[in-house]
């Protein structure tokens, strides 16, 4: 079994629909022997989510909770199937992790052709580090044509280990996407998209798929300091570049 580093999708208090602070998300993260969590709130569409204010006060926070990193991010909201996000240009570059995924309240569920092409343009958005929770079985997409976008445009594909109980056909349509990039050669980053503290690093059932399938230990970011540290500087740089 793989082990993993750094939880890449969190949520707080920020957020109504979660139920921790920052500072108990790190303590739980430093028992479980993490380095490090990605601060990953929803954009502002969302209902119940933190406006622009809570994205723009980021410097206030601590490099360090708990000997526990802290990586300042976001999970910004699809908001149509053209692509267009619920953060601006300017917020975006500022951060350290950006995931962009597909929630009904804010988008709902269209064809297979439609997500396809939601994706699609996402990858072409340099301010974009991650696809999030692409296993979700109510935005199913031709996943070929996307996975080849996204290693043309190095992004990284989220294996969400909360999605594997809560939206369904999430275990098999990750198995399938997950075997795409071990063919492309296109990495991963391991969540638990917790939204209470006991669940940071709930890596069960994500890490159980890939185990099944022998995906490769290097392709997955935050299974090593160094390659998800590295990782996080590099797609950092490129946005602040993408934007200058």
Known sequence: MYKIIADTHTHTVACDHAYSTLSENAGAAREKGLDAIVMTEHGPAMPGASTWMHFSNFDIIPREICGVAIIKGAEVNIMDYDGALDLDAAMLARMEWVIASMHTPTLLPGTREQHTNAWLKITENPLVDVLGHTGDGRYEFFH????????????????????FRVRKGSGVNCRDIALLCEKLEIPVVVSSDAHYADTIGDFELALQMLSEISFPERLILNADKDRFFAAVEARKAYRLGAVT
């Open 144 to 163: 070929e044509p996307v996975l080849k976008a996204v290693k043309e445009t190095g992004k990284v594909i989220e294996i969400n280990s909360h999605s």
